[in-house]
């Protein structure tokens, strides 16, 4: 085994949020950053519609829908094929193909969603500007389907890795919400390039 997958093993074994997320059933660690996200910017409201993006293997998708309830509900995309969650439509896609969109647009109320999350992350190539420059454009994407999928004064978060391109999405992002907030979970480890972009209050 390499150094660096043994640093991963060892630092996943003393993790307190896997341990967490096993005792809570989360599918993973990557929950806590969402209920933080929440904690933060109450983004979520009981009866929301929410479109997460790039879901797989599920944790924002059980954090969302238990916040949503049955008055609402959350519609969970990616790219992997992912297991039934109660209360959450699960669709296979690509969020960069007009099919997949097209999908959640007939799955979604003629109100649109309140909420759209996305935790989506590209395949890295370990090189940090490639893989930058690969979670911008997964960033644009997301913003790109705000007017077709969002309600007015909806909400957002997005991941995105850190780099040159953030501050050109931060004022594509500042076009179209109130407010935009930058924020590390603490669940974010501190060595991930990932931060979250917080919009809140759609078409200003
Ligand atoms: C960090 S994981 C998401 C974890 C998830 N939030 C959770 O809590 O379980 C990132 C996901 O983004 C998905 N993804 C990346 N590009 C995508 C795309 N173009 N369309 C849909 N999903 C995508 C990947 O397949 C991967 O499952």
Do not use: N
């Not at 238990?66 to 896609?93: H, K």
């Not at 109100?111 to 960033?139: E, N, W, Y």
């Amino acid at each position: 085994m390499s150094r660096s997958s043994k640093r991963w093993l060892s630092e996943h074994r003393k993790d307190p949020y896997v341990k967490q997320a096993r005792q809570e059933k989360f599918r993973a660690r990557s929950a806590y950053k969402l209920r933080q996200i929440q904690e933060k910017f109450r983004l979520l409201r009981p009866g929301d519609w929410v479109v997460d993006l790039g879901a797989a293997p599920g944790g924002w998708s059980q954090v969302a829908a238990g916040i949503v309830g049955e008055e609402g509900g959350v519609m969970a995309v990616d790219l992997l094929a992912m297991a039934p969650i109660p209360g959450v439509t699960v669709l296979e896609g690509d969020i960069m193909e007009d099919r997949c969109v097209e999908t959640i647009l007939a799955h979604l109320p003629k109100s649109k969603a309140q909420v759209i999350l996305s935790d989506m992350a590209p395949s890295t190539s370990g090189i940090a500007s490639v893989d930058h420059d690969r979670s911008a454009a997964l960033a644009e994407a997301v913003l790109d389907l705000v007017p077709l999928l969002l309600a007015p004064e909806g909400r957002v978060a997005l991941k995105v890795f850190q780099g040159r391109g953030v501050p050109e999405i931060q004022q594509d992002m500042g076009r179209l919400f109130r407010s935009c907030r930058v924020f590390k979970p603490a669940a974010s480890r501190s060595r991930s390039v990932e931060i979250y972009l917080v919009g809140l209050g759609y078409g200003r």
